[in-house]
């Protein structure tokens, strides 16, 4: 069964960067496309960046142009580089298997203003 595992979550302060990963055990991984998520509390969690099996990548608009989603299907691992931070994308951060219902355990992000 495919698992997803997040690390590089931590405490940074505002404009600060900080690189995500999401390492997929099993096999497959190529196939999916994959999303990383984000869930502040009392909100709901949203898709903020997603990567096709090829390559092609779609982010949120809170996101665009600070974060940078990719993929080494060589390494099963799916990366989210986060630059600029803001207060605000302070949150549990998910990486999903897109078209399944694997989800990784989440990593926490907190940005100090």
């Known amino acids: 069964q495919v698992q997803l595992v997040e690390s590089g979550g931590g405490l940074v302060q505002a404009g600060g960067s900080l690189r995500l990963s999401c390492a997929a055990s099993g096999s497959d991984f190529s196939r999916n496309a994959m999303g990383w998520y984000r869930q502040a509390p009392g909100k709901q969690r949203e898709l903020i960046a997603s990567?096709?099996?090829?390559?092609?990548?779609n982010y949120a608009d809170s996101v665009e142009g600070r974060f940078t989603i990719s993929r080494d299907n060589a390494k099963n691992t799916v990366y989210l580089q986060m630059s600029s931070l803001k207060a605000e994308d302070s949150a549990v951060y998910y990486c999903h298997r897109v078209g399944t219902r694997v989800w990784g355990q989440g990593t926490q992000v907190t940005v100090s203003s």
């Open positions: 990567i096709t099996s090829g390559g092609l990548a």
